[in-house]
């Protein structure tokens, strides 16, 4: 039976749980609530989270006030039959000078009210428009188009859309585009380097002279930052100077030089090789840790009872290698699925993943509440393979 935590051991882990509360639960749940809004701070009518509808009550009295004052002038130059409307129109507005004078000068209104509001500025619009014709010269025709304008700017709807942002999310090629070129680079990423780098931990795992100066080398892609080595790969690519491009045209694997950055297959294929390039080495750290703990003595054992090479890696050094490659390859898939920046410098965005089209979608259009939604599908995705990684590999494991 296990002893529950006192008071007092709880005040000691506390300062860590409020951390992760700052630093990852309040992002997450800040992203999720951008997903409920049309979220966009390129418009000045969606560029914060209204729950509901918003008056500038100043400018919307001082635009109700120049209205009064036109129709004012202009009741005398109409028609007898004309006047009643024009007055009518008068005291709506009156009535409205009077009921937002005296608030803030920014102020949540009902459903109700908005919709009275958009009303009444909707009415004062067809009355100039049925009059321009008639009587061309009132001011509230001439002179009420910029007013009105301003009007409906002061009037601020509530950008709540609820789940709606979701139900495009699912309609939405261009995202299922990006989450199959997601799965696929990191899938092809992450299966290479982890046969590349079994093989190199295997090699630096001997104990042979200049062991040190192999492992060292070895790790140099690694220890590269990921932008540089991305720059680096990107003038091997070159299509009119790059040595890559001319060896890989020689080898009939393009057609030409420059469709290694210019074609979707040729991207997705050069970003693949040098993320393998890069990371390979981490993988192969990882698993030459796991390596290093295995007992000796059963290698011995093996090789006495005459087992081979093949029969020995299989039967001693991968199942005792198991918790190794669990967390060296959650950590690579995860990684690989979050890519930006190698595909972002390499090719400027192509293939487009599932960063990349968010960083796109958020920064490039400032539309924060569609660009959060696959932020938390991603999210969820990436919670669900480290999920199935655990049930497929053992949960047991993750306690060793």
């Known amino acids: 039976m296990q002893r529950r935590m006192t008071w007092k051991e709880f005040c000691f882990i506390l300062p860590l749980l409020l951390l992760v509360s ?69 005291d709506k507005l ?53 007013i009105l304008d301003e009007m409906k700017t002061c009037l601020i709807s509530s950008n709540f859309i609820g789940l709606t942002n979701y139900s495009r999310l699912v309609s939405d090629d261009r995202f299922g585009q990006a989450v199959g070129n997601t799965f696929v680079f990191t899938i092809l990423s992450v299966s290479v380097e982890l046969l590349l780098g079994m093989a190199l931990a295997l090699i630096m795992n001997k104990a042979m002279r200049g062991i040190g100066l192999v492992r060292t080398t070895a790790l140099i892609p690694w220890a590269i930052p990921t932008a540089v080595s991305a720059l680096i790969w990107c003038y091997l690519y070159d299509g009119t100077s790059g040595i890559v491009a001319a060896l890989f045209t020689r080898l009939g694997i393009i057609a030409a030089p420059e469709l290694l950055l210019t074609t979707a297959g040729g991207t997705m294929f050069g970003a693949i090789l040098a993320d393998v390039w890069k990371t ?23 090789s006495i009872d005459g087992a081979g090479p093949i029969r020995t890696f299989t039967s001693i050094t991968l199942p005792l290698l198991k918790s190794s490659m669990l967390v060296a390859l959650l950590f690579r898939t995860l990684d690989a699925f979050r890519v930006y920046d190698l595909i972002a410098v390499l090719t400027k965005g192509t293939p487009e993943t599932l960063s990349i089209y968010a960083y796109k979608m958020m920064i490039g259009q400032s539309n924060y509440g569609y660009g959060s939604v696959i932020v938390v599908a991603m999210f969820a995705m990436v919670a669900l393979i480290a999920f199935v990684y655990v049930k497929v590999l053992g949960a047991e494991l993750i306690q060793e």
């Open 22 to 90: 700052v630093f990852s639960l309040y992002p997450i749940l800040s992203s999720f609530s951008y997903t409920l809004f049309d979220y966009q701070t390129n418009n000045q009518a969606k560029n914060a989270l209204y729950t509901a509808a918003t008056l500038n009550t100043m400018l919307y009295v001082e635009d109700c006030d120049y209205l009064v004052y036109y129709l004012n002038k202009d009741i005398p130059n109409v028609d007898e039959s004309d006047r009643a409307t024009l007055t009518a129109l008068v």
């Open 94 to 146: 009156e009535a409205q000078k009077a009921a937002y004078a005296n608030s803030e000068k920014t102020i949540s209104l009902p459903a109700a009210t908005d919709q009275e509001i958009s009303a009444l500025i909707a009415e004062t619009e067809q009355v100039a428009q049925s009059y321009a014709e008639k009587y061309p010269t009132l001011r509230i025709v001439t002179k009420s188009g910029q």
């Open 280 to 302: 390979t080495p981490y993988m192969a750290l990882l698993l030459l840790a796991g390596l290093q703990v295995i007992d000796r003595g059963l290698y011995e054992s093996s």
